[in-house]
């Protein structure tokens, strides 16, 4: 495993399950799918995460919300 990252959430759809988040360090932007997540998360939620190597590049994962 990567790292963990610390980064906001760009945007979150709860009716598909899936959403993005903006990478603090890089300001690259990583596909986050709602079972790669802990708790719900909204738009502009600061979160912390890992990196997954998918199909279409990294994902987030094991993200939860952070003070």
Do not use: C, W
């Not at 945007?11 to 802990?38: C, L």
């Not at 738009?43 to 994902?59: A, C, I, S, T």
């Amino acid at each position: 495993h990567y790292p963990m990252k610390t980064g906001t959430v760009k945007f979150f759809n709860e009716t598909k399950g899936f959403g993005f988040i903006i990478d603090d360090e890089t300001k690259q932007d990583f596909f986050v799918h709602v079972t790669g997540t802990k708790e719900t998360s909204q738009e502009g939620d600061r979160v912390e995460f890992e990196l997954e190597e998918g199909k279409k590049g990294f994902n987030a994962v094991s993200v939860s919300k952070t003070a």
